[in-house]
């Protein structure tokens, strides 16, 4: 029987916590990603994989589009929210967070099924 790799999750939490502080480079956060990606046996295809970047979308409500920049104008404003206010989502039960993103700009909107108003 194979033996599942070990993931440190402490470690993924380190480095969850040095983004929302904004305290590691974006070229610090791939190289750590990647190292714990490795660690726990993911597989690259033999072409090379170019990050560019992720999208993410929150349903929020602003008077302006200024208010909007404020609010969102660090990464850490855009990780997920904390377990203990986590709603029950295609992917995560309550109290569970999970990071939804995309590598393509429109998909966020649709995952979070904005409201017209």
């Known amino acids: 029987m194979e033996k599942k790799p070990s993931i440190d999750l402490n470690r993924l939490a380190m480095l ?3 983004a929302r502080d904004q305290r590691i480079t974006n070229d ?3 190289f750590h990603m990647a190292r714990f990606l490795m660690s726990a046996n993911y597989k690259r295809t ?3 994989i170019y990050f560019q ?6 349903a929020e409500s602003f008077d302006s589009i200024e208010k909007a920049c404020v609010e969102f104008g ?13 709603k029950a989502s295609r992917c995560n039960p309550d109290k569970s967070s999970v990071f ?7 998909v966020p909107i649709f995952e979070i099924r904005p409201q017209q108003g």
Do not use: W
């Open 16 to 18: 969850d916590t040095m």
């Open 28 to 30: 610090d956060l791939i």
């Open 46 to 48: 033999p072409y090379q």
């Open 53 to 58: 970047g992720v999208y993410r979308a929150r």
């Open 74 to 86: 660090h990464v850490g404003k855009l990780s997920f929210p904390p377990n203990e206010i986590a």
């Open 100 to 106: 939804y993103c995309s590598t393509e700009n429109c």
